[in-house]
């Protein structure tokens, strides 16, 4: 039998191999397979659910003073009064409907206000004349809550007006009652925040309203020294009360205690209730940047960074009442000065329609830039200028308010939140509709509301989250069919929120399959 010669020297090759003959290694070949198709299907990964409610305030101030916004009209009948009524319940089903969540409503004037009150008179503006035949702030106040809108009792503290007011006031007037406390400048009378007893008075009012009404909050205005205040006649004042501090640092302190005083009588027995102030558009003067000395610092004495310190202010809403390098610097430096207090703020509607002639672009551009700078809404001045459509900023409005928010949230220190809410239960009723029911966590000792949340799988798994309500105060809701359409399967979560928008954390979810 023949043997091939390729065979041979295969042979010898081998040996050589074996025996480690020869100085040189050959390393052996690797061989690399040709890859496969995965044929194991993986699951999309599914994202961690974050909460899809945008916290934001949008806010009005609704006068009532000389019945700017309401009412238009007094009313001495009772046909008369049901016409003044309804002429508020359409203004606040506008806002509804244009997603406005929160009211400033003034409910004191100069010295009067607008509710039967053992402190103060009660103002002649609904009437013409003496008392309503019924309680305008109750009235508001309830059909505010009906429309889940806010109702922030909006006072002016220091002005108390001219002569001629304070005489129609009679003898309750507190100018009349306690005339030491006040101080006659520019030919109008002013509450001076410099006597104790002035301070105390101021606050005795606020806690007459916490107690007798459930507002939301308290809003200051004018919660200041007046226009020209360099000539505010207080001096004797001053030497009286002031001790080694400086004129300045004094009213500064003398409005940071009046802050103190108001926050105190406001949520002593009303916790949930909300302090705020409308202040100076601009918190101080700028390096370099045009605009004067009119700020809430330098100007009237407003020190907003001490009352965030001292705990006594729970949000501002300054009034921006300018365009252009009056504008956006300032509001930058509200933001760089007070980073973690939430700032709403407010915007002149009114220049758009008086002498001022700005275009309505200026108002869109402003809401932009404070959500872009993440600021906690906005708020305009006033409720009869955003209520026509010849101006534009209906549309406006319209426009960015399009999607559903959900309160701003208040955090104060030392605060607590909410418990974790307990997984809801899912079932399916007989006539097909789905009803989510919850218990209140065990050991939750505030009032809390509860939100709820829909996550949507469809039949490609893209997931879709959704706000399905807030506000929720029973144990028990049914989804509705729109909200559900198109998924396959659906996971719900719960939350607990307390009376100052505070959420606490979401419940586990439960799932269920649709069918």
Same mark, same amino acid.
């Given at each position: 039998?023949?043997?091939?010669?390729?065979?041979?020297?295969?042979?010898?090759?081998?040996?050589?191999?074996?025996?480690?003959?020869?100085?040189?290694?050959?390393?052996?070949?690797?061989?690399?397979?040709?890859?496969?198709?995965?044929?194991?299907?993986?699951?999309?990964?599914?994202?961690?659910?974050?909460?899809?409610?945008?916290?934001?305030?949008?806010?009005?101030?609704?006068?009532?003073?000389?019945?700017?916004?309401?009412?238009?009209?007094?009313?001495?009948?009772?046909?008369?009064?049901?016409?003044?009524?309804?002429?508020?319940?359409?203004?606040?089903?506008?806002?509804?409907?244009?997603?406005?969540?929160?009211?400033?409503?003034?409910?004191?004037?100069?010295?009067?206000?607008?509710?039967?009150?053992?402190?103060?008179?009660?103002?002649?503006?609904?009437?013409?004349?003496?008392?309503?035949?019924?309680?305008?702030?109750?009235?508001?106040?309830?059909?505010?809550?009906?429309?889940?809108?806010?109702?922030?009792?909006?006072?002016?503290?220091?002005?108390?007006?001219?002569?001629?007011?304070?005489?129609?006031?009679?003898?309750?007037?507190?100018?009349?009652?306690?005339?030491?406390?006040?101080?006659?400048?520019?030919?109008?009378?002013?509450?001076?925040?410099?006597?104790?007893?002035?301070?105390?008075?101021?606050?005795?009012?606020?806690?007459?309203?916490?107690?007798?009404?459930?507002?939301?909050?308290?809003?200051?205005?004018?919660?200041?020294?007046?226009?020209?205040?360099?000539?505010?006649?207080?001096?004797?004042?001053?030497?009286?009360?002031?001790?080694?501090?400086?004129?300045?640092?004094?009213?500064?302190?003398?409005?940071?205690?009046?802050?103190?005083?108001?926050?105190?009588?406001?949520?002593?027995?009303?916790?949930?209730?909300?302090?705020?102030?409308?202040?100076?558009?601009?918190?101080?003067?700028?390096?370099?940047?045009?605009?004067?000395?009119?700020?809430?610092?330098?100007?009237?004495?407003?020190?907003?960074?001490?009352?965030? @310190? %001292?705990?006594?202010?729970?949000?501002? /809403? #300054? &009034?921006?009442?300018? +365009?252009?390098?009056?504008?956006? *610097?300032?509001?930058?430096?509200?933001?760089?000065?007070?980073?973690?207090?939430?700032?709403?703020?407010?915007?002149?509607?009114?220049?758009?329609?008086?002498?001022?002639?700005?275009?309505?672009?200026?108002?869109?551009?402003?809401?932009?830039?404070?959500?872009?700078?993440?600021?906690?809404?906005?708020?305009?001045?006033?409720?009869?200028?955003?209520?026509?459509?010849?101006?534009?900023?209906?549309?406006?409005? @319209? %426009?960015?308010?399009?999607?559903?928010? /959900? #309160? &701003?949230?208040?955090? +104060?220190?030392?605060?607590?939140? *909410?418990?974790?809410?307990?997984?809801?239960?899912?079932?399916?009723?007989?006539?097909?509709?789905?009803?989510?029911?919850?218990?209140?966590?065990?050991?939750?000792?505030?009032?809390?509301?509860?939100?709820?949340?829909?996550?949507?799988?469809?039949?490609?798994?893209?997931?879709?989250?959704?706000?399905?309500?807030?506000?929720?105060?029973?144990?028990?809701?049914?989804?509705?069919?729109?909200?559900?359409?198109?998924?396959?399967?659906?996971?719900?979560?719960?939350?607990?929120?307390?009376?100052?928008?505070?959420?606490?954390?979401?419940?586990?979810?439960?799932?269920?399959?649709?069918?």
């Amino acid at each position: 039998m023949r043997i091939s010669r390729s065979i041979v020297s295969l042979t010898v090759l081998f040996t050589l191999l074996i025996t480690g003959c020869g100085t040189k290694k050959i390393a052996p070949r690797v061989i690399v397979l040709p890859s496969k198709e995965d044929t194991v299907a993986t699951a999309p990964p599914v994202k961690p659910w974050v909460s899809p409610a945008k916290e934001e305030m949008r806010g009005v101030w609704l006068t009532t003073i000389y019945g700017l916004d309401w009412p238009q009209r007094a009313a001495n009948t009772a046909e008369a009064i049901r016409r003044q009524k309804d002429e508020l319940c359409r203004i606040l089903d506008r806002l509804q409907r244009e997603k406005f969540n929160t009211v400033f409503f003034q409910v004191r004037h100069r010295g009067d206000v607008i509710y039967p009150s053992a402190i103060e008179p009660q103002s002649t503006v609904f009437t013409g004349t003496g008392r309503p035949d019924y309680d305008p702030l109750d009235f508001a106040l309830k059909e505010c809550h009906k429309r889940g809108l806010a109702f922030h009792a909006w006072l002016v503290v220091t002005p108390l007006g001219p002569d001629r007011h304070i005489r129609s006031l009679g003898s309750k007037s507190v100018k009349n009652q306690h005339p030491e406390w006040c101080v006659r400048h520019n030919n109008l009378w002013y509450l001076n925040p410099g006597v104790p007893e002035a301070r105390k008075y101021f606050a005795s009012i606020v806690s007459e309203i916490v107690n007798k009404y459930p507002v939301d909050g308290i809003h200051l205005d004018y919660m200041r020294y007046p226009e020209k205040a360099k000539s505010f006649a207080d001096a004797a004042t001053h030497k009286r009360f002031g001790g080694s501090m400086s004129l300045e640092t004094w009213r500064r302190r003398n409005l940071s205690d009046l802050m103190a005083d108001v926050h105190q009588a406001a949520t002593e027995k009303t916790p949930w209730v909300s302090v705020s102030v409308a202040t100076l558009g601009r918190l101080r003067q700028l390096a370099g940047v045009r605009g004067g000395n009119w700020t809430a610092y330098e100007g009237v004495y407003q020190d907003p960074v001490v009352w965030a @310190r %001292e705990g006594t202010v729970d949000f501002l /809403v #300054p &009034m921006m009442y300018y +365009r252009d390098d009056l504008f956006y *610097p300032f509001l930058e430096d509200w933001k760089a000065q007070l980073p973690t207090l939430p700032i709403v703020p407010g915007l002149a509607t009114y220049r758009v329609v008086d002498n001022s002639n700005w275009p309505p672009k200026v108002i869109a551009d402003q809401i932009d830039s404070a959500r872009s700078l993440g600021f906690a809404g906005v708020c305009f001045f006033r409720e009869e200028q955003i209520r026509h459509e010849s101006n534009g900023l209906p549309q406006i409005i @319209r %426009e960015r308010f399009a999607e559903d928010v /959900v #309160p &701003m949230p208040v955090h +104060r220190k030392g605060s607590v939140l *909410p418990k974790t809410a307990e997984a809801p239960r899912l079932t399916r009723r007989p006539d097909g509709q789905i009803e989510v029911r919850w218990n209140k966590t065990a050991g939750e000792t505030s009032a809390v509301h509860y939100r709820l949340f829909v996550r949507k799988f469809d039949s490609a798994d893209k997931i879709e989250d959704k706000l399905a309500a807030d506000g929720i105060d029973e144990g028990t809701y049914i989804l509705s069919h729109a909200l559900i359409k198109g998924a396959k399967r659906i996971e719900v979560r719960l939350q607990a929120v307390d009376r100052l928008h505070v959420a606490g954390p979401a419940s586990a979810p439960t799932s269920m399959e649709i069918r």
